[in-house]
């Protein structure tokens, strides 16, 4: 299955013309979905990916929940509890246990809306009128020997993101971001690699997060499946665990 995975992405990547001019924006995306296979997705109902984050050389296993239409879990094991962070459909709550309480905690507002974006399953760039945002092209350069597309998009609140576009295969190779955090702007990298087939979705199984240029964080995808049994009652946020009566 997985050889004819492949072959399908690389029959797709050979069908994909190749113009001696600059592509417009609406071609650039258009090659983009075809690429990553994103139509595809309209058959997942749901999405579980399992991994594991590299921070400070230390190895963190993570699973990650994703449900239609915008339901997202974060689970990390941590000294033997589990950290999580849950968004479901417009509200938010967290279990951190370093907090010394392993009651669920409100998500400020803040962060809200970043997990709200991570809830879409295509992405901002699909469908992107529909789901309120802006997005230009704003040229061409070289990034580390590849010629780009750099795509920018708006979300209706302001915050906006630069997607590096490799102009040979159409994969995202970078996303640089800012948002506003707190009155002031959060700039970050994300570097893509490792491109793998997951059944007829081409994915990223390798990403790096770069802060001020330096390396904060490497996340791997070691395993994706669609349409499991999951339980929605994982999303809704737990009552508080009530405190022992003194004896």
Do not use: C
């Not at 001019?21 to 997705?41: A, C, F, P, R, T």
């Not at 040229?139 to 102009?167: Q, W």
């Not at 499991?228 to 009652?233: A, K, P, V």
């Amino acid at each position: 299955m997985k050889k004819i995975s492949t072959l399908i992405f690389a029959i797709i990547f050979a069908s994909i013309p190749t113009y001696a001019q600059d592509l417009s924006l609406d071609q650039i995306l258009k090659n983009y979905y075809e690429v990553m296979g994103i139509d595809n997705l309209k058959d997942v109902s749901n999405m579980v990916m399992t991994g594991k984050s590299v921070n400070g050389g230390m190895e963190t296993p993570f699973t990650i929940y994703n449900v239609r239409p915008d339901k997202y879990r974060l689970e990390v094991p941590i000294q033997g509890q589990l950290m999580l962070q849950v968004y479901n459909s417009g509200t938010g709550w967290m279990v951190a246990p370093w907090s010394g309480s392993l009651d669920a905690q409100d998500i400020p507002a803040e962060q809200l809306k970043s997990m709200k974006r991570q809830a879409d399953m295509e992405g901002p760039l699909y469908n992107y009128k529909e789901k309120g945002n802006t997005v230009e092209l704003i040229g061409k350069e070289d990034m580390e020997g590849s010629d780009v597309y750099k795509v920018k998009l708006t979300y209706p609140d302001g915050d906006n993101e630069l997607y590096f576009i490799d102009s040979e295969n159409f994969v995202i190779l970078k996303v640089e971001s800012t948002t506003n955090m707190r009155g002031q702007e959060v700039k970050s990298e994300m570097y893509f690699s490792d491109f793998k087939p997951e059944g007829n979705m081409l994915m990223a199984h390798s990403f790096q997060v770069k802060m001020g240029g330096q390396i904060s964080q490497s996340v791997v995808i070691e395993a994706v499946k669609y349409n499991t049994e999951i339980d929605s009652g994982i999303f809704n946020k737990p009552e508080p665990k009530p405190v022992p009566e003194a004896k």
